[in-house]
């Protein structure tokens, strides 16, 4: 893994220490998540690909984020109470972050350096500003569930926008690949 990303400090939703290098050797699929999203039931879809493909290496990383109208607004309790009760989330949380803005996480302003253009198009930064939203300027996090995915060796190889959902075929074709690999 690249030393800036292994290397930040990271705290799990419980408060415990964490870095990437914990994952030293897996595919990830790190997330920014919000409870109160319009998004927020693609919880489901993830822990399902977490299920199905735990086994052959991948680790989905959610990392809830406050940034887009307040639809994180809870404590890192309520957070892991909501996630565990509602949609049965078993992959990896932590406490939650700033996406956005200047006070971005340092994770996410690597992973965004690393992978500065989303796949998926525009269809969803539209739809956003279809109803009276400014979206956040590119190379930004565009809103709540935007996936980075992190290859074996630590490489970021692929961001996605939001509205791409865990069972995407071109999603799923980059965890494949990078799954195999």
């Known amino acids: 893994m690249t030393a800036a990303l ?3 400090p990271l705290k799990t ?5 964490a870095k990437l290098a914990d994952y030293q050797g897996k595919v990830l699929l790190v997330v920014n998540v919000a409870s109160k999203c319009g998004l927020t039931p693609q919880y489901e ?4 690909l977490y299920e199905e493909k735990q086994g052959e290496g991948l680790e989905i990383l959610g ?3 406050n940034d887009f109208r307040g639809q994180e607004p809870g404590s ?3 957070i892991a109470s909501f996630c565990s009760t509602t949609y049965n989330v078993t992959f990896p949380l932590f406490s939650k972050i700033e996406v956005t803005g200047e006070n971005t996480h340092p994770l996410y302003a690597g992973l965004i350096a ?5 796949a998926g198009g525009t269809a969803f ?26 290859g074996r060796d630590g490489k970021v190889i692929a961001r996605f926008t939001p509205d791409t959902t865990a069972d995407d ?5 980059v965890l494949d690949q990078a799954l195999a690999g």
């Open 45 to 48: 879809g993830l822990q399902k």
């Open 13 to 17: 939703i419980t408060g415990q220490p």
């Open 114 to 118: 690393a992978q500065p253009e989303a």
């Open 76 to 78: 890192e309790a309520e």
């Open 63 to 65: 990392f809830p984020a």
């Open 6 to 8: 292994t290397d930040i």
């Open 169 to 173: 075929p071109k999603l799923r074709g």
């Open 125 to 150: 930064r539209e739809r956003l500003a279809g109803f009276g939203m400014t979206p956040n300027p590119a190379p930004g996090v565009l809103w709540n569930f935007e996936k980075f995915v992190i």
